[in-house]
T-cell receptor, first 113, second 110 residues
Framework: KAGVTQTPRYLIKTRGQQVTLSCSPI?????VSWYQQTPGQGLQFLFE???????NKGNFPGRFSGRQFSNSRSEMNVSTLELGDSALYLC????????????FGPGTRLTVL | TQLLEQSPQFLSIQEGENLTVYCNSS?????LQWYRQEPGEGPVLLVT?????EVKKLKRLTFQFGDARKDSSLHITAAQPGDTGLYLCAGEGSNYKLTFGKGTLLTVNP
């Protein structure tokens, strides 16, 4: 069974630009969560989608948004990038809830210059 | 806001030594998960503990959930270089939300 895939793996952007990251969950998984990982703050929850609906949201500004498609694939978007947005963005999928066994993708490393 | 404090933040030991990593909170969690993350990869779930006082063993790794479900520990016996990685704990709060600790970076030297 294929794992969680994330594209792209690496991304370099400049301040003010916007970026879209993609996540393909494991087949049959309907819950997709997004996390931001930085050395200083650790792994922080961004949002979770289930059946194309945002079910939970973390404490991030509105510049961070996401969506989920009918095939459970998910995208997250960050607008007006800031230097502090540089991080590893991780996507995780699970059958129904994040507290089921979550399978993480390898992440997208975003660098904002 | 539920917080999880992990200690120590960094740990460097020699192969064959034992170690314990702690995960503490002032909040009660429904369950607690432990993950290991290796460089360039996402975290991988090691275990989930659910019942207060529960102890689970995974080969040389022993996980314990505190009686009050506010804290947990991970003990590794006879550490090996393959145990090197970032160990993360995550607590389940309300509405399926997971709160992660900042992690313990373990290096096991041969």
């Amino acid at each position: 069974k294929a794992g969680v895939t994330q594209t792209p793996r690496y991304l370099i952007k400049t301040r003010g630009q916007q970026v879209t990251l993609s996540c393909s969950p494991i087949s049959g998984h309907r819950s997709v969560s997004w996390y931001q990982q930085t050395p200083g703050q650790g792994l922080q929850f961004l949002f979770e989608y289930f059946s194309e609906t945002q079910r939970n949201k973390g404490n991030f500004p509105g510049r961070f948004s996401g969506r989920q498609f009918s095939n459970s694939r998910s995208e997250m978007n960050v607008s007006t990038l800031e230097l502090g947005d540089s991080a590893l963005y991780l996507c995780a999928s699970s059958l129904a809830t994040p507290t089921d066994t979550q399978y993480f993708g390898p992440g997208t490393r975003l660098t904002v210059l | 806001t539920q917080l999880l404090e992990q200690s120590p933040q960094f740990l460097s030991i020699q192969e064959g030594e034992n170690l314990t990593v702690y995960c503490n909170s002032s909040s009660v969690f429904s369950s607690l998960q432990w993950y290991r993350q290796e460089p360039g990869e996402g975290p991988v779930l090691l275990v989930t503990v659910v019942t207060g006082g529960e102890v689970k063993k995974l080969k040389r790794l022993t996980f314990q959930f505190g009686d009050a479900r506010k804290d947990s520990s991970l003990h590794i016996t006879a550490a090996q270089p393959g145990d090197t990685g970032l160990y993360l704990c995550a607590g389940e709060g309300s509405n399926y939300k997971l709160t992660f600790g900042k992690g313990t970076l373990l290096t096991v030297n041969p």
